[in-house]
């Protein structure tokens, strides 16, 4: 998993409450279990018309957010179904980063196992953070994991709490998988000596 400590970037505005999972990534991107080429479906649903073409008003078509890697969004993002294939979508478009007052636990939990950093702010923070955001590319926020805070164009700090162990694994990159490997010198000298104790198995 690819770490996060420090990330400056365009964010791009989402004033929309209940973005849920299907809105994320529609259910017929889901007979992948590749985590990868999800991008292109990514708010498939708002991002293009019924022949194809890109909507020019959704705001990831727009030039200034093209390569957003933060999203600023509205109260309860990723609410609904509890498929992972949000986050592997989001992280495969290049957002690295989800702020918002809330978030749908199961998705909250998913993004951290993927790379990608939620941050909960108070109402009054995520206010100004849309304001920053609608600058467009002209502003970028600056998320700094190792100092818990995000930085604004203009200097303002914005602070936010994370559970230290998810801090520390997104910081390492360090997945489920990678935080097993930590353990591998253990686990290697259990199954020798269970080989040995009992060769039946």
């Not at 957003?68 to 989001?90: I, K, M, T």
């Not at 196992?113 to 953070?129: C, E, R, T, W």
């Not at 970028?140 to 203009?154: A, N």
């Amino acid at each position: 998993m690819e770490k996060f400590t420090v990330l400056e970037g365009v964010a791009a505005p989402m004033r929309v409450i209940n973005i849920d999972t299907d809105m994320i990534i529609p259910k017929q991107y889901l007979k992948t279990i590749k985590r990868t080429g999800l991008g292109k479906g990514l708010f498939s649903e708002a991002r293009y018309r019924d022949d194809g073409s890109e909507n020019p008003d959704f705001v990831l078509n727009k030039p200034a957010y093209r390569k957003a890697q933060v999203l600023v969004a509205g109260d309860n993002f990723g609410c609904g179904s509890s498929r992972e294939h949000a986050p592997w979508a989001l992280a495969d478009f290049g957002i690295r980063c989800v702020i918002s007052t809330s978030f749908a636990d199961i998705f909250y939990n998913n993004c951290f196992k993927n790379g990608i950093l939620p941050i909960k702010v108070s109402a009054h923070d995520l206010d100004k953070l849309f304001e920053d955001a609608e600058r467009g590319s002209n502003a970028t926020l600056t998320i700094d994991l190792p100092r818990q805070e995000i930085r604004g164009p203009d200097g303002g700090t914005v602070k936010f709490d994370i559970d230290p162990f998810r801090k520390h694994c997104l910081i390492n990159g360090l997945d489920d998988i990678g935080l097993t490997l930590q353990k591998a010198a253990a686990i290697d000298a259990f199954e020798a000596a269970n080989a040995t104790t009992r060769p039946w198995l």
